[in-house]
């Protein structure tokens, strides 16, 4: 039972991973190749949505890597051969 609810944990971790990432990457991408009268519009009444969105998909990431970090320390330290 306590083996299910782990796996769906790293599950959605994963997956919260990797959703954040892709918006880190779009933001960033979005926000290196506008124009610069484009990088400080609003969306969704949002100032600077853009940037907001990129920090704080970002600090979603970070968060859930240190998560994923800690529930797969020890295949972590089978590859790295740190028994």
Same mark, same amino acid.
């Given at each position: 039972? *306590? #083996? +299910?609810? @782990?796996?769906?944990?790293?599950?959605?971790?994963?997956? =919260? *991973?990797?959703?954040?990432? $892709? @918006?880190?990457?779009?933001? +960033?991408?979005? #926000?290196?190749? /506008?124009? /610069?009268?484009?990088?400080?519009? &609003?969306?969704?009444g949002?100032?600077?949505? +853009?940037?907001?969105?990129?920090? %704080? /998909?970002?600090? @979603?990431?970070? +968060? /859930?890597? @240190?998560?994923?970090?800690?529930?797969?320390?020890?295949? =972590?330290?089978? %590859? $790295?051969? $740190? &028994?």
């Open positions: 039972m *306590i #083996m +299910g609810v @782990v796996y769906e944990i790293r599950r959605t971790v994963a997956l =919260i *991973i990797l959703f954040s990432g $892709l @918006v880190v990457l779009a933001t +960033g991408i979005m #926000m290196t190749i /506008a124009p /610069a009268n484009l990088k400080n519009m &609003s969306l969704f949002v100032p600077r949505f +853009g940037r907001e969105l990129h920090k %704080y /998909a970002a600090f @979603v990431l970070a +968060g /859930a890597s @240190v998560i994923h970090v800690y529930l797969n320390w020890s295949s =972590i330290k089978r %590859y $790295l051969d $740190l &028994s």
